[in-house]
């Protein structure tokens, strides 16, 4: 690995040079399955020949030209978006954490607009909304915040899932709950129903914006085009990133209702964020989406898959549980593996480990049934052979 650049990541020892759907050729020409997309990013496979052919018909068009100006297909991506949400308007960033600032920034305003000096925002334990200052002290992970004290200030942590614990918390200075519907880094963990539903009526009852950060479990993996959509409400407040471009950078917060009308001329803003390449690229992503039938298949693949891995696993006592929704999808061992997407890698499939114990899967969503098969007897037999079972 070159000295040249900062050592912030562990590496695997692999480097790609191309890619076609659900399938990565590294530098020897050696073929993987890529079963982790990119971490939630390449929904829609590598080198789509739609996407590519949209990002190279706007580069030869118009790249940028700021937000000094209109930006007509910036207003075709919002209107499209808020037609799949039900949410009123966007503001555009260029990733989850951008994204999710633009949402905590909408909540303290929030709070200021109600006499609010000192507003605070209620997050999880185990979460993760991104690595800027704010958003990893939003986060419930010391690791990821040890070192850059002193943490911005104004949240208040709950477990994740504890709808009690939340109810029980009267502090007059709390704004908004921000949570993810289905928790990614955390280990693959889906909030029930029942839970985002009573949230919903403590925020509606309390005056608070219930926030949800869908920049991993959004636009289709979970089955649906939002994880939200699983239980029946709406936030006020949701962010999305990583597959909303297929991999070209773009994150957008949407907002609606009395949070709709917070951010105003001159609250926030960026240079690059809904540029006329970003939002082509999106454009493009919810087009084959929505023609392709791909969240519907999302929901379908993340059924197949799980009940394979259940079945297999069933007998398995090293496996704790399979959970998750749509083509999330956590296998939880007894004990750490951090060697385990290694063996993987031997496996030729790319796959990733969170919360320590968590096998996560995320793969692209154009799988076809052959790809499915394979990515099923893969992960199989690497978890069996880990396991001695
Ligand atoms: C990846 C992720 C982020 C951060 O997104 P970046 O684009 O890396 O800044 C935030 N929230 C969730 C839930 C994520 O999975």
Not at 76 to 92: I, K, M, P, T
Not at 121 to 148: C, D, P, W, Y
Not at 240 to 246: D, Q, S, V, W, Y
Not at 332 to 360: F, G, Q, S, W, Y
Request: proline share 5%; hydrophobic share 40%; glycine share 10%.
């Amino acid at each position: 690995m070159t000295v040249s650049l900062m050592p912030t990541y562990a590496r695997m020892p692999v480097s790609f040079e191309r890619g076609q759907g659900p399938w990565l050729w590294t530098t020897e020409g050696q073929r993987y399955l890529d079963a982790i997309s990119g971490i939630a990013v390449c929904n829609l496979g590598h080198a789509h020949p739609k996407i590519a052919e949209a990002l190279c018909d706007q580069a030869r068009t118009l790249i940028h030209t700021s937000n000094l100006y209109g930006i007509a297909l910036q207003e075709q991506l919002a209107e499209r978006l808020a037609a799949l949400s039900g949410l009123d308007n966007v503001f555009f960033s260029n990733s989850g954490a951008e994204a999710n600032e633009a949402a905590l920034k909408l909540a303290r305003k929030y709070g200021h607009s109600r006499g609010i000096s000192h507003p605070k925002v209620i997050v999880m334990e185990n979460s993760f909304h991104g690595r800027t200052l704010f958003t990893l002290s939003a986060t419930g992970s010391r690791k990821v915040q040890e070192g850059f004290e002193p943490l911005v200030e104004g949240f208040i942590r709950a477990p994740f899932g504890d709808g009690d614990q939340i109810e029980a918390l009267d502090d007059p200075d709390i704004v908004a709950i921000f949570l993810e519907p289905i928790q990614g880094e955390g280990g693959i963990r889906v909030a029930p129903n029942e839970y985002l539903t009573r949230l919903r009526t403590l925020c509606d009852q309390r005056h608070w914006l219930l926030m949800f950060d869908e920049v991993q479990c959004g636009m289709g993996r979970s089955g649906r085009w939002f994880g939200f959509q699983h239980a029946n409400i709406k936030p006020d407040v949701m962010t999305l990133a990583k597959a909303l471009g297929n991999g070209f950078p773009i994150g957008a917060c949407l907002a609606r209702g009395a949070a709709a009308e917070v951010l105003t001329q001159g609250n926030h803003g960026s240079t690059f964020g809904g540029n006329p390449l970003a939002c082509r690229a999106a454009l493009s992503v919810i087009d084959i989406l929505s023609d392709e039938h791909l969240v519907q298949r999302a929901a379908s693949l993340g059924e197949t898959i799980r009940s394979a891995f259940e079945a297999a696993f069933k007998n398995n006592p090293k496996v704790r549980e399979v959970r998750g929704r749509g083509l999330m999808i956590g296998i939880e061992l007894d004990a750490p593996c951090p060697e385990l997407p290694m063996k993987a890698l031997d496996a030729h499939i790319l796959i990733n480990v969170t919360a320590e114990r968590t096998i996560r899967l995320l793969p692209p969503l154009i799988l076809n049934d052959d790809e499915t098969r394979h990515l099923i007897d893969t992960v199989i037999g690497v978890v069996q052979a880990h396991t001695g079972a």
